[in-house]
């Protein structure tokens, strides 16, 4: 079992930055992937940034490459996710999720993902 717990959203204006943070409660070395998923209202959910905790292979959305970055603190066990340039679009709800597996080219497969945090919310204002 693992236990996640985000931390970081909030309201900013287009182009700010945000730094979202997930905390886990077992070492994340040992998790299989990591992702972060978000949501916009009326919207499915999406995979925006991944990680295998293990191997150090990231994963990323075309909408978000060269502005968001996925790092990880494994002292801390925890995942950050950090945003800059932000846009309107990127306004959703933002959840951490975990998986014992090795996600590969699935890694922003929703179904994958069986241990999941209760979200943080990304607004983007114009």
């Known amino acids: 079992q693992v236990q996640l717990v985000e931390s970081g959203g909030g309201s900013v204006q287009a182009g700010g930055s945000l730094r979202l943070s997930c905390a886990a409660s077992r070492y994340i070395y040992i998790i299989g992937c990591m992702t972060w998923f978000r949501q916009a209202p009326g919207k499915e959910r999406e995979g925006v940034a991944g990680?295998?905790?293990?191997?150090?292979?990231?994963y990323y959305a075309d909408s978000v490459k060269g502005r968001f970055t996925i790092s990880e603190d494994t002292a801390k066990d925890t995942l950050h996710l950090q945003m800059d340039s932000l846009q309107p679009e990127d306004t959703a709800m933002y959840y951490c999720a975990a998986t014992d597996v090795f996600c590969g080219v699935n890694w922003d497969l929703v179904r994958l993902y069986n241990y999941w945090g209760q979200g943080t919310q990304v607004t983007v204002s114009s």
């Open positions: 990680t295998y905790t293990t191997g150090g292979t990231t």
